[in-house]
């Protein structure tokens, strides 16, 4: 893993933090983004590496000037980027669809949708023209990605819209040597997943607590896709709290 570089949107909390942690752990040096500078800060403080071996860098990723100026500090740098984990992303009230705003809406596409798109485009930008050629793209796609909860139209649009940005870049991508994957997430227990536990509504209309995993198994899952070499690909990884009801009728 020597020299190798990688980028973690959304580094400063939840899914985020740990798969940055893991990361450091790698040996990767990682690039740090949000749109927090403190919760960033603390990730790198937290992962006790030498300060050449990480930068925290604010982005807001649905702004276009924004996430081109993050790419630019990261070849002034480092030079070149291996991985790219896609993982900020927001969710919207739990609205009937008829009650929902276009504000709420839009949010919600530009920070699910855009701003992993905008990412994904400066990424291959740099990789496609390094020495070695190439990276992978880990895009976090959730369990909603083909399965909705009740009231939630926003967020599983945009993350069934995320599993064909993962499709289709993964498919443009192949000739510049780059892999581009999915992990989708089933309740990791980040603050972001805590109303799980006081109950949230099911599709049979009942509310219901559900289980949730270590946000850490969830890191381990990106690292195992990290570790492949160029000329394998997991295209979509499911990783999820065995007993949450998810499979079948549950």
């Not at 985020?16 to 403080?45: H, K, M, N």
């Not at 669809?97 to 990412?119: H, I, K, M, R, Y």
Request: with cysteine; glycine share 8%; charged share 20%.
């Amino acid at each position: 893993m020597e020299n190798k570089t990688a980028l973690v949107t959304g580094a400063g909390t939840g899914i985020g933090r740990a798969t940055a942690l893991a990361l450091f752990r790698e040996g990767y040096s990682v690039v740090l983004t949000g749109r927090r500078r403190e919760p960033l800060e603390q990730t790198a403080a937290d992962a006790k590496v030498p300060e050449s071996r990480f930068l925290v860098a604010t982005a807001d990723v649905t702004h276009e000037e924004q996430v081109e100026d993050l790419f630019a500090k990261i070849k002034s740098a480092f030079g070149r980027l291996d991985l790219l984990f896609n993982n900020a992303g927001v969710s919207a009230p739990s609205l009937p669809p008829e009650e929902l705003s276009l504000a709420q809406w839009q949010a919600v596409v530009d920070a699910n949708l855009t701003g992993p798109f905008l990412c994904t485009r400066e990424a291959i930008r740099i990789m496609k023209d390094q020495t070695p050629q190439g990276g992978r793209i880990i895009n976090n796609g959730s369990l909603a990605a083909t399965t909705p909860r009740p009231l939630s139209i926003p967020y599983a649009a945009t993350k069934h819209a995320i599993t064909g940005l993962t499709k289709a870049s993964s498919l443009d991508c192949r000739k510049h040597n780059i892999a581009v994957g999915q992990i989708d997430i089933g309740n990791a227990a980040t603050e972001m997943a805590q109303g799980v536990t006081v109950g949230v509504p099911q599709a049979n209309g009942e509310i219901e607590t559900e289980p949730l995993m270590d946000v850490d198994h969830v890191a381990d899952a990106v690292i195992h896709m990290a570790r492949l070499p160029l000329e394998t690909n997991i295209l979509f990884l499911t990783v999820m709290a065995t007993r949450m009801p998810f499979v079948g009728r549950g």
